[in-house]
């Protein structure tokens, strides 16, 4: 039981963490901020993060939901459609971005053209879906443990005071609107996963596990970056995190961020890929066709596309979650 837990949660850590989780963005834009009462909102997110992931993962397990979709006609009703429609869009656009971000990593800290990164990025991605959810458990194994354990070490070596300050109301807002979208996202794989566990006092400890290090993460990764002066003038604040009290881990830093961003990336396109090889006789060619577009994609121009929908996945986020906690667990 305890094994498989462990999976699920590493599962659950990894498909969440991504591009703006790695670089120190995205805690930055929700919760460092705001200064110490940033501690009390991951708190309340790790907490927010361990029910409401842990309730999904039961409900899912409950309906014998096979996808995202199944999840979402039972939530959303009528709707579903429309719904699971404009997912669909949205996880292929993030998980586009994904894979540049991928690019972005091996043109920016390893001085290779992006199209190398790219082109490694989807081969490795084509044979870790060969073995589908087997293969994602896997990746995860590896690359989440490296993650923590390396979060621990930056936290420890840049603690100290964080000043109180008051933050616009606003603020306490951020918990429910990070792990709304997070788990938004994160469902793609997440359901599938619930409805291979037959035993769910092991999903609930999966859910509490990767809930809990989740706010362990969020909370190293808080502490090292209050210490940063002019915070939201970096556009990679982490890494300046490194250089300045791990420098010489900074090769491995680049690896964690590649990491975590491909844990993300293979979770979206394990969604995708599930759903388009329904539709077509010849699943393989699906995938290859799914990454060559994606390649596509991530080559034009789409921050505009991506200004637009991820507000209103935002918006459709929270009704998810608010769906989530309304309705009736399935008996």
Request: hydrophobic share 60%; net charge positive.
């Amino acid at each position: 039981m305890w094994m498989r837990a462990i999976q699920i949660a590493f599962v659950y850590v990894g498909t969440v963490v991504g591009a703006g989780f790695a670089t120190g963005k995205e805690i930055v834009q929700f919760f460092t901020q705001y200064g110490a009462i940033g501690m009390v909102m991951i708190a309340v997110s790790g907490g927010l993060f361990i029910f409401f992931g842990t309730r999904l993962m039961l409900m899912a397990n409950r309906l014998h939901a096979r996808s995202y979709e199944q999840l979402n006609a039972y939530l959303f009703g009528k709707v579903s459609v429309v719904v699971n429609i404009f997912m669909f869009v949205v996880l292929f656009s993030v998980t586009s971005v994904m894979l540049s971000g991928a690019g972005a990593v091996f043109e920016e800290q390893l001085h290779m053209p992006a199209y190398v990164g790219l082109l490694f990025t989807m081969a490795v991605t084509f044979v870790t879906m060969l073995f589908g959810l087997n293969g994602i458990l896997s990746v995860n194994m590896v690359v989440v443990p490296l993650m923590i354990v390396f979060s621990l070490a930056i936290a420890m070596m840049n603690g100290g005071d964080i000043v109180w300050t008051k933050p616009p109301f606003a603020a306490f807002f951020s918990p429910f609107a990070y792990v709304a979208f997070n788990l938004a996202m994160a469902q793609v794989v997440l359901v599938p996963l619930a409805t291979e566990v037959k035993d769910e006092r092991t999903i609930r400890l999966g859910g509490w596990l990767g809930g809990i290090l989740l706010m362990g993460i969020l909370f190293s990764s808080h502490l090292a970056l209050s210490l940063l002066p002019d915070l939201q003038s970096y556009s990679i604040p982490m890494a300046e995190v490194v250089k300045r009290s791990l420098a010489s881990f900074y090769g491995l830093y680049v690896v964690i961020i590649y990491g975590e961003i491909f844990t993300s990336f293979i979770a979206g396109v394990f969604g995708l890929y599930r759903k388009l090889a329904l539709f077509f006789r010849t699943p393989i060619f699906v995938l290859i066709a799914l990454l060559m577009a994606m390649y596509a994609f991530s080559l034009v121009g789409y921050h505009s596309l991506l200004t637009m929908l991820y507000p209103l996945f935002g918006y459709m986020s929270i009704i998810f979650i608010f769906l989530l906690f309304y309705r009736k667990m399935p008996s």
